[in-house]
């Protein structure tokens, strides 16, 4: 069946209930994770438009930790990749994906049309990368130095913007930093063997503060001191986009228990070596509103959406599409996700005959609901 929810909005704000009680409600789920068929027609038809409308000098990409936990599944992966597509990334990394949902995911032939899906196993919980057809993506991975199973997923992109590397992963958790570190060491030949590349993820550490230096007993460590001096040792030829806290006890307090735990473990990182077309123009939060009436949220992480401006090989007559986060006013097009467009520009002949596609597409889905 579908994956329906109710609006956060309607009615009178409901009292939310204690973490007890979510507790409870998180133990009656069967501990299988089996997921219902997504049933994404309009979304995905919705999305095709989009994507299909965007020029080749833009690409967008998303990173969103789902959270392995059973509570509210499958509400919150569903409204999580609802709200993906309404979006419609270019690129949509994943972390923290069970079983039952890389199977639905798989299973979905909308998305499929759509999109071409990573079929590397995700374990007991993974990554997962869904990736636009038109770029003719090929997916591989490589296990990372770790004691959680982490490993090293990505997608080389042969069209549209040929030469692309998408990189995603999911660093180890808790008191980890020698890991990471050389998880990171690890993932960086990957990321230097193409000049356009991004890494994308949770990397499980914040770029201002050490966890729990909001406590009395924990303190604050210098700027020196910090784990993200890693990326500038590692990869210091990759700029962060960043993009606001994504992980965050005080807006998102029923499913994140501490409430001084406010951090930006979320990142994505664009390759600025020379002969890299990638320059991050806009980062905007996902995941920030109720999906139901009792104030639970698709995840505990925030997602992140990135746009970045491509500098297209040859001579072209395209401008880029320069997007910003969202904004109450301003000039320009607002689009569908609350980016707002500072350019237009006149789709390539590849783009258009995907737009038509997709228009033909929607206009399939349309005409199977109404009857």
């Known amino acids: 069946g579908d994956f329906s929810h109710p609006a956060a909005s309607v009615g009178s704000p409901a009292r939310r209930p204690s973490r007890r009680k979510l507790q409870r409600r998180r133990s009656m789920l069967p501990r299988s994770q089996e997921f219902p068929p997504l049933q994404l027609g309009e979304e995905v038809g919705e999305a095709a438009v989009a994507v299909a409308s965007r020029p080749t000098s833009a690409l967008r990409v998303a990173t969103w930790n789902m959270w392995f936990d059973s509570l509210e599944a499958p509400l919150r992966p569903a409204a999580l990749l609802r709200e993906l597509l309404l979006h419609a990334p270019d690129v949509a990394c994943l972390q923290e994906v069970v079983p039952g949902f890389a199977t639905a995911v798989r299973g979905c032939r909308a998305l499929r049309e759509l999109y071409d899906i990573s079929p590397q196993d995700v374990g007991s919980y993974g990554t997962m990368m869904l990736v636009r057809r038109d ?186 599409l320069m997007l910003r986060a969202r904004q109450p006013s301003g000039p320009g097009r607002r689009s569908r996700s609350g980016l707002q467009a500072t350019a237009l520009v006149q789709r390539s002949p590849i783009a258009a005959l995907f737009f038509e596609r997709a228009r033909a597409f929607a206009r399939a889905r349309a005409r199977a609901r109404g009857r």
């Open 135 to 320: 770029l003719r993506p090929s997916f591989f991975s490589a296990q990372l130095p770790s004691s959680m199973g982490r490993m090293l997923l990505w997608a080389d992109c042969a069209a549209r913007l040929p030469g692309l590397r998408v990189v995603t992963t999911h660093l180890e958790s808790l008191n980890s930093a020698a890991l990471r570190r050389a998880q990171l060491r690890a993932a960086a030949p990957v990321l230097r063997a193409r000049p356009s590349s991004v890494l994308c993820g949770d990397f499980n550490f914040d770029d201002t503060k050490t966890w729990g230096e909001w406590r009395p007993e924990v303190g604050a460590d210098s700027a020196e001191e910090l784990e993200n001096v890693v990326l500038q040792e590692v990869l210091p030829d990759f700029v962060d986009a960043a993009g606001g806290l994504t992980f965050d006890g005080e807006t998102n307090p029923l499913l994140v228990k501490d409430p001084g735990e406010r951090m930006r473990y979320d990142r994505l990182m664009v390759s600025a070596v020379r002969g890299s077309r990638l320059r991050a123009s806009g980062a905007a939060l996902l995941g920030t509103e109720d999906i139901s009436a009792d104030g639970v949220k698709p995840s505990d992480h925030n997602g992140l959406l990135v746009d970045m401006a491509v500098a297209l090989a040859g001579a072209s007559s395209e401008l880029p």
